[in-house]
Nanobody, 123 residues
Framework: VQLQASGGGLVQAGGSLRLSCAAS????????VAWFQQAQGKEREFVAAISRGGGSTYYTDSVKGRFTISRDNAKNTVYLQMNSVKPEDTAVYYC?????????????????WGQGTQVTVSS
């Protein structure tokens, strides 16, 4: 599967942004999908994940209550709605996909990656 992330940009603190991860291929619904962030000079970190059917979601503590991950399998797309953004959310955001339903938080367990989209939050 090929992934294409989009929707990044410059936003003021407290604002909102929606990222999209569009996938190619007819078997998109077979994949668990996650978003990771990588700030400059830091390692890639887990943000959120969603199961194949969308019934289970997972978030890192720092985004709980602010970010929402969702998916539309008919459109082969996963979304990350980012609300009440903070300067510390500034990073390149990557979407990733894998078949196995475990170890959602570990970037090394994902088989496919999108190219990343830059999110910059100004204070």
């Amino acid at each position: 599967v090929q992934l294409q992330a989009s929707g990044g940009g410059l936003v003021q603190a407290g604002g909102s942004l929606r990222l999209s991860c569009a996938a190619s291929g007819r078997t998109f619904s077979s994949y668990n999908v996650a978003w990771f962030q990588q700030a400059q000079g830091k390692e890639r970190e887990f943000v959120a994940a969603i199961s194949r059917g969308g019934g289970s979601t997972y978030y890192t503590d720092s985004v709980k209550g602010r970010f929402t991950i969702s998916r539309d399998n008919a459109k082969n797309t996963v979304y990350l709605q980012m609300n009440s953004v903070k300067p510390e959310d500034t990073a390149v955001y990557y979407c990733a996909a894998k078949i196995l339903s475990s170890y959602y938080y570990h970037p090394g367990k994902y088989d496919y990656w999108g190219q990343g989209t830059q999110v910059t939050v100004s204070s």
